[in-house]
């Protein structure tokens, strides 16, 4: 019998995390053969509606031996299912090869264009393979210290921020491909999702997190490729920087350990530039001095922690430093998490984001804004760890601290993007 997956479905306005009800989602299974998708022969449908917060159920799906990703075998990881997403008055969204892993919760978000403004055409997403199980080229090696634009240009940053947003350009620097314009965490979870394999053990994850985070700060530190004239941040080519598939889904697992570390990067010790830390496969490219992605797994299964696998790769002498400014954020984490018994601004402030997303998440309970964290505050979390996968504590720490924050930016402005 096949092992089990399972997915659910989040849809949203476009551009924005206002949530749509009563969305139909139509998930077709597609029959696969070796490591390319067949897409021909449909095997099982299954329909779903979403709820008052643009969810679906979570259902379980037919899915490859986990085992298949716990080494380079050659043999599916993941199955392939073609979604297809239908509301009135809204343009049709089509997923074309969502990626399930055994034991994985895979998560698909969707934010569909009001009919009126668009085309009636789809909108169709076509999911690339993962990095590790598709015909990709190999990274081009640069130099790991970038120099820095002369402080004349005025494109210099003082400090390594984190940023709201970032802009994703399709194919090599100098090709004709599209940009898209998306938040910041998620096109980390976007990479980590095509890059590596969910199934991998948690220190494996976070070494590998941790990597595509200080590139990716790279990149925007050194302004690498809007000091020379273009207007992106950063390449979905494998050859110049990172795996990128818009629109694909991600997994929980990793959706929660990059809300956990998402302004924390690698650096050497005494400098201020975020590591740029290059990595490969590990087994049809080898990268001394550079991470292996299959290494890392391996480490992973010894017990090794997410530093403990970094300093194996790129030496003692690295550090993990978190961004002393995260833009867009209306108010900065506190610095402590919030639990009952907690008092004061940081309190209020949870309060007050909560009881506006309740607006549009009716799920989510109001409370006195007060500045007192009771039971009913408590509850107010959880309800919105639960819409927003994160586990169900309670407790505002540092991910759902920031998490609260991106959705009372997304429901109270819509981002004006590229």
Not at 97 to 123: M, N, W
Request: charged content about 20%; some cysteine.
């Amino acid at each position: 019998m096949a092992e089990k997956g399972r997915l659910r479905i989040q849809c949203f306005q476009y551009r924005n995390f206002i949530p749509i009800d009563g969305c139909k989602a139509t998930i077709t299974a597609v029959d696969q053969t070796g490591l390319q998708r067949k897409r021909s022969k449909r095997v099982t449908e299954v329909i779903l509606q979403t709820d008052s917060s643009g969810l679906t159920e979570t259902i379980e799906l037919d899915a490859p031996p986990r085992a298949n990703s716990e080494s380079p075998s050659g043999e599916n990881p993941y199955s392939l299912y073609n979604i297809r997403i239908e509301k009135e008055g809204f343009r049709d969204f089509v997923i074309d090869g969502c990626q399930v892993f055994a034991d994985e919760t895979a998560y698909q978000p969707a934010h569909l264009e009001e009919e009126e403004k668009i085309s009636v055409r789809p909108e169709v997403i076509t999911v690339q393979p993962n990095r590790l199980n598709g015909d990709f080229p190999d990274k081009i090696p640069e130099e790991e210290t970038k120099p820095l634009p002369p402080p004349s240009s005025g494109v210099v940053l003082p400090n390594p921020v984190v940023p709201e947003f970032i802009t994703v350009h399709e194919g090599a620097p100098a090709s004709s491909g599209r940009n898209h314009t998306i938040l910041y965490r998620d096109y980390i979870k976007n990479v980590a999702s095509s890059e590596i394999y969910s199934t991998w053990p948690r220190s494996a994850l976070e070494a590998n997190i941790f990597c595509i985070i200080s590139f990716t700060l790279n990149r925007i530190y050194t302004e690498w490729y809007r000091s020379r004239g273009y207007n992106f941040d950063i390449t979905n080519s494998t050859a110049f920087d990172q795996a990128f598939s818009y629109g694909r889904n991600t997994y929980d697992n990793i959706n929660v350990i990059v809300d956990e570390i998402f302004s924390t990067y690698i650096k050497r010790i005494g400098r201020k530039q975020p590591l740029f830390s290059q990595y490969c496969n590990g087994t049809t490219v080898t990268c001394p001095n550079w991470l292996s992605q299959w290494g890392s797994k391996y480490l992973g299964d010894q017990g090794r922690n997410a530093i403990d696998i970094l300093k194996y790769y790129y030496g003692s002498n690295i550090e993990l430093t978190t961004a002393p400014e995260v833009k867009g954020s209306p108010k900065s984490y506190p610095g402590f998490s919030l639990t009952i018994g907690s008092k004061g601004n940081p309190v209020r402030s949870t309060q007050e984001f909560l009881n506006r997303i309740s607006i549009n998440y009716p799920l989510i309970p109001k409370v006195a804004v007060d500045g007192i964290y009771g039971p009913k505050s408590a509850q107010q979390v959880k309800v919105f760890q639960s819409i927003f996968g994160l586990p169900q504590t309670g407790v505002v720490d540092y991910k759902t601290w920031y998490k609260i924050s991106a959705i009372y930016t997304g429901v109270t402005k819509i981002a004006e993007l590229n």
